[in-house]
């Protein structure tokens, strides 16, 4: 059996790695046509997510060279999700396989993930063996949200991104999820159907800088668990509680001590510090809440994720 496959690549400001990006996954599409496992109507799909360089030429030039190479470019920037989505929610195939464009997800394990589905799974995880080649700081902090968000609840892959195959199945029942503020490895899980996984070993990225430093990491790390979990909203009730026990037992203090030991203590610390505690407590609450009413704003307008400006 045979199937038609999509390889959905999003792309932002990647004109040093996508010649060899091409050159492997068109390789990796004779192999599998050879085999039999993939049509003639195969083709790998660029999602242009508002590049600044060349990218977008880079592509333009890449599919008149090779009828199966087909580029998608977005109007604006929008985000490596919306980007994802982009690709995943326009373009046809039978099975769709989403990878990033650096080539530290090993484009060689997508034949394993076709054999997978043409076995009877709608959903294949690309999972990473190791973080080897991360560094210490990228590993633990990444081992350490994974363990967050399972404790809170969140049903995520171990180890696993963006890297993965999506049958048509799961594809349409993707596109039910209409929220604006994706976070698509901790999506795809809800979705169902048979699942399965397949390992590699992640390599360093072959050309260009990562698009993802300290700042956007810690905004996707935050997007994933308010997109995803009410826990932090539940805590703040439990830690109002805590806090309003612990003031109770202060004020019986208080009276005892003014009351049976006829003793206050004395000096500015018994009044300050707590003030300064609740008042820190209450502006961190505030955030977290007014970080999901800003996901509230967002949906209620209903804008769209992404807008194509033309396609290739």
């Known amino acids: 059996m045979s199937i038609q496959l999509a390889i959905v690549v999003p792309c932002y400001n990647e004109q040093e790695v996508l010649p060899e990006t091409n050159r492997r996954l068109l390789a990796l599409l004779d192999r599998m046509a050879a085999a039999d496992l993939i049509t003639d109507a195969s083709t790998v799909q660029y ?15 890449l599919s008149a060279q090779d009828q199966r190479v087909h580029g998608i470019k977005l109007s604006r920037n929008r985000g490596h999700q919306a980007a994802l989505m982009a690709g995943l929610l326009t373009v046809p195939g039978d099975a769709l396989v989403s990878i990033d464009a650096d080539l530290q997800d090993d484009v ?26 991360d560094t210490f700081f990228k590993r633990r902090t990444a081992l350490a949200y994974y363990s967050m968000l399972k404790r809170m609840g969140v049903d995520l892959v171990h180890n696993h991104a963006d890297f993965r195959l999506m049958g048509r199945q799961a594809i349409e029942a993707l596109r039910d999820y209409g929220e604006v503020n994706m976070f698509l490895r901790g999506v795809v899980p809800l979705i169902g159907f048979k699942a399965t996984s397949v390992k590699y070993d992640r390599a360093e990225r072959f050309a260009g800088i990562s698009k993802y430093p300290l700042r956007k990491m810690l905004a996707f790390a935050i997007e994933g668990i308010t997109s995803l979990s009410i826990v932090p909203l539940r805590l703040i009730t439990v830690l109002g509680l805590v806090i309003s026990a612990l003031s109770f037992a202060m004020i019986v203090y208080v009276v005892y001590g003014a009351l049976v030991l006829k003793a206050v203590v004395p000096g500015w610390a018994s009044s300050v510090v707590p003030i300064y505690f609740l008042g820190g407590i209450q502006l961190l609450s505030l955030g977290i809440i007014g970080e999901y009413v800003a996901k509230i704003y967002l949906e209620t307008k209903q804008r769209p994720r992404f807008i194509i400006e033309k396609t290739v």
């Open 108 to 133: 060689n394990v997508i034949e394993a993930m076709v054999r997978e589905f043409i076995a009877g799974h709608q959903v294949v995880y690309g999972v990473r063996e190791s973080r080897a080649v």
């Open 47 to 61: 999602v242009d997510d508002g590049s600044r360089d060349a990218t977008w030429l880079l592509i333009q030039q």
